[in-house]
């Protein structure tokens, strides 16, 4: 109803002077009036969605009662306000029957002059608040099915009570959805019993899981009410795309610490492969046989020495399927060796303080990806002629046992204006020469280990320098295997 018409009201009668008197009433109160003397008028009228029906139970041709009933039977004009009147139809059965078949008041001859006024306009005030409801949630409604995200409704006792467009077809190729299923066993079959996913504690709760070629990503949250309900809210996004995203970003990380590593690891195996080659020249001109044996002995510890840093570089870029159970001091030791060359060619003493730790369940080849990275930056950033210290320790965090790792370089620091960055994706101090992704990627990859990283910094003089710490638990929860390209 526009602010700037005066409101439609119908007066449906079949007796001339109570349409007159209560036409008379309303013109004076501001409304614009309309007459109709019988049922059949007044229905047709009625479609051309006048604000009110003013109508009389005792009709010429049908009752008041079976009219209220068509309008209110009718989705078009359903929502009309309809005030029923009678001179005969005065006792509470009447009333009753009349609010009982759709009429939203009830007024008996004779009629207070205010009284119809005031009830006319009370019935109008809730007709506009019923109508900006509707509008509200049609608009909600809409908003709900145009999210990308599948979400859906559960009452207190876990029932489905609504879901949109997207959480039916995320969910549609697998099963079926009625309104009162029980979502916990829902979430069950969709996300496999080994998952274990509970919403009886009424927490929030996430977790990711594939279906077919999708990567999911589930999340439960209670809503806010102020009675003591808990009804919930399932989110069910398509996080496959983003998956194949940090996959590939991850796999360029990689790929670009392994070629950093390339001239290193090309000195490393050269130096052996001229001795090796010097070593057997010199054992087939040589006529000694205690001679020849010497230096084949030598060639032998050569090769085996090409061997180790051929593993070491296959260990550095591959990585297993599922986690496993690591010797986290082990791997250190092989990604500290691969990269004392490079601390070599920037005059850096790169050492290891080593002591017993916590096997972990994890990816070695994440691992291996983390750790160079942070060994790498902070070759990078010691100055010549210093140290670069590597220390693992086992710990205890939060209640949780495990191994610490630290990298300590005696660099500038981290500039204060760039510390709350370092960890976004395509971040860099190193203009062209960083791709941005090392420490996002590396974070990436501890958190999915359920493990943490951090730093401190200093910019002081005579004490500066930087310090990465790793903290993995003794033991992963998480055993969901590595996401590779589907």
């Known amino acids: 109803m526009s602010e700037d018409r005066r409101p439609r009201v119908l007066i449906v009668d079949d007796r001339e002077e109570n349409r007159y008197v209560l036409w008379r009433s309303l013109e004076k109160a501001g409304f614009a009036c ?16 006048p604000d009110l029906i003013i109508l009389d139970v005792h009709l010429p041709d049908i009752s008041g009662y079976e009219v209220c009933q068509r309008i209110k039977q009718d989705p078009r004009i359903a929502a009309i306000s309809v005030l029923q009147i009678s001179a005969s139809f005065v006792s509470s059965e009447d009333r009753a029957r009349a609010l009982e078949g759709g009429a939203d008041g009830y007024l008996t001859h004779p009629i207070d002059r205010l ?20 509008r509200s949630a049609e608009h909600w409604q809409a908003t709900f099915d145009a999210l990308t995200e599948g979400l859906a409704l559960v009452d207190p006792e876990n029932r489905l009570v609504r879901w949109n467009e997207a959480f039916s077809q995320i969910v549609g190729e697998l099963v079926s959805l009625h309104v009162g299923d029980d979502a916990e066993e829902l979430m069950r079959r969709l996300m496999g019993g ?123 870029h591959r990585d297993s399927q599922i986690p496993v159970a690591l010797d986290l001091g082990d791997l250190i030791t092989d990604i500290v060796e691969l990269f004392q060359r490079v601390a070599a060619g920037h005059r850096v003493r790169l050492v290891y303080d080593r002591r017993p730790s916590p ?7 994440q691992l291996s990806q983390v750790f160079g990275n942070l060994i790498r930056n902070a070759i990078e950033a010691a100055p010549p002629e210093s140290s670069v210290l590597v220390r693992l320790r086992s710990v205890t965090r939060n209640r949780r046992e495990g191994a610490s790792v630290t990298i300590v370089d005696r660099g500038l ?74």
């Open 34 to 49: 309309e007459q109709s003397s019988t049922g059949i008028e007044a229905l047709a009228i009625a479609q051309t969605l």
């Open 413 to 486: 620091g981290i500039p204060s204006d760039i510390r709350k960055n370092i960890f976004d994706p395509f971040f860099t101090t190193k203009d062209l020469k960083g791709s941005g992704l090392g420490l996002w990627v590396s974070r990436s990859l501890i958190l999915r280990h359920e493990g943490t990283i951090s730093f401190r910094t200093s910019e002081r003089a005579g004490k500066s320098g930087t310090l990465f710490e790793v903290f993995l638990p003794a033991r992963v929860v998480s055993s969901t295997r590595e996401d590779h390209p589907l």
């Open 115 to 134: 009284v119809l006024v005031a009830t006319v306009r009370s019935l109008l005030r809730l007709r506009k608040a019923e109508a900006i409801a509707r």
């Open 359 to 365: 096997a972990v369940c994890a990816y070695p080849g």
């Open 194 to 316: 080994e998952h274990g996913f509970s919403l009886a504690d009424g927490q929030r709760r996430s977790a990711e899981f594939s279906i077919g070629r999708k990567s999911l990503q589930l999340s439960v949250s209670p809503i806010a009410s102020n009675d003591a309900s808990e009804d919930r809210i399932i989110i069910l996004a398509d996080v496959t795309d983003r998956k194949l995203a940090e996959y590939a970003l991850r796999t360029a990380e990689k790929l670009a610490a392994t070629g950093k590593l390339a001239n290193a690891i090309a000195h490393e195996i050269n130096n052996p492969l001229e001795a090796l080659t010097n070593l057997i020249y010199l054992a087939g001109r040589s006529s000694s046989v205690s001679d020849v044996r010497d230096l084949l002995n030598r060639a032998e510890t050569e090769l085996a020495r090409i061997t180790r840093i051929t593993k070491q570089s296959l260990a550095f």
